[in-house]
């Protein structure tokens, strides 16, 4: 999801979804399932998940950071037979730095 305001909290409002994100789960064993994100941000374990407890993590995008978890990893999640989740990840875009902010690099503010 993306979080507009990089404050690691989704605003339903204002979250929007971000395609094409591939999210894995990794068992106890190592097993590895991989699903990808559908245009909602919505992403489908097929077939569902065996119970178990799972590591579930995105795959870091260029341009964009975790924001939350912050790691980018759900770590020990616990899946039983039949259950559905939601584990969200929200991600910020990193922004090219503004031309007209004269701030230099010390803090100070740069006279005109």
């Known amino acids: 999801m993306d979080d507009d305001n990089c404050d690691g909290t989704e605003q339903y409002t204002t ?10 789960a ?10 990808i994100t559908n245009s ?11 119970a178990g407890t799972y590591t579930i993590m995105e ?3 260029t341009g964009w950071n975790p924001t939350n978890p912050a790691s980018g990893v759900y770590s020990g999640v616990v899946v039983d037979t039949g259950a559905t989740l ?10 090219p730095p503004d031309p007209c902010d004269s701030t230099d690099v010390t803090g100070m503010v740069n006279p005109k």
């Open 86 to 95: 939601v584990l969200d990840f929200l991600n910020c875009q990193d922004l």
């Open 26 to 35: 990794m068992d106890d064993l190592g097993n590895t399932y991989t699903a």
């Open 40 to 50: 909602f941000g919505y992403y489908y374990f097929y077939p569902k998940l065996p």
């Open 59 to 61: 795959a870091p995008q």
């Open 15 to 24: 979250t929007n979804g971000l395609a094409g994100w591939e999210i894995t």
